[in-house]
């Protein structure tokens, strides 16, 4: 089995609360596949970019903060970026983390080319996944991210043909990602084709708080005048998907 004992990182978060189950030491990875317009994490897209950081050293910061972890199914979150990139890392990161009794998760992209030995042996150790489903109709998931939107339709269905639980994550852009089309698109293809591991389906309101970094890399930052969706946009998106697909949402 490939292993790795160095990652490519941009950052590390020692207190998450939002990135999985408890409180977790959150990873931010090197490297990513997608170029989202509203991408929070512009410094993370270059493999060449961030810094190494041993696996020895992040697993010695993660046991200095066990207690904190341990309660609540608290662990350890690989982010980015996108963490599928450095697969060995993530898979040699894992198992140690499963040994200290910590829980795994991976916050992804899906965007999984390759089903292979290394993709089962990753998904082994690992406990939940967020996927991240930024768009049901492929042109507009074109037009958003670069990239099609059929290796994170087909890794939702990998996923569920495991068993292994998903939150799925969607970010609601207005004029991008809010289309009532789309909204009960992505109904449809959790309720019928991954429901049973499904355990959140989260709507997340876009934010501009990666702007910044769009400057400071000189680029343009294409979604200047798109605003934050209100409250009202996001409790009304939230309610076609439960209402209308069942779905557990928040
Ligand atoms: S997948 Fe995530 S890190 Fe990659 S471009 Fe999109 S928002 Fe940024």
Known sequence: MKQARTARIQSIETCGAVDGFGLRY????QG????????????TWSMAGGREKSLDDMLTEIRSYLNFYRPNRGGVTVSGGEPTLQMPFVISLFQKVREMGLTTCLDTNGCIVRYDQELEDMLEVTDLVMLDIK?????????LTG????YTLQFARHLHSRGIPMWIRYVVVPGWTDQDSNIRALGSFVRDEIRSSVEYVDILPYHELGKYKWEQFGEKYELEDVSPP??????RIRKILSEEYGLPTR
């Open 26 to 29: 959150v990873i931010f990875l």
């Open 32 to 43: 990513c596949q997608f170029k989202c317009r509203y991408c929070h994490n512009r410094d």
């Open 135 to 143: 768009h049901m109709d492929n042109e507009q998931h074109r037009r």
């Open 147 to 150: 990239m099609t939107n059929a």
């Open 230 to 235: 209100s409250g009202e946009e996001i409790a």
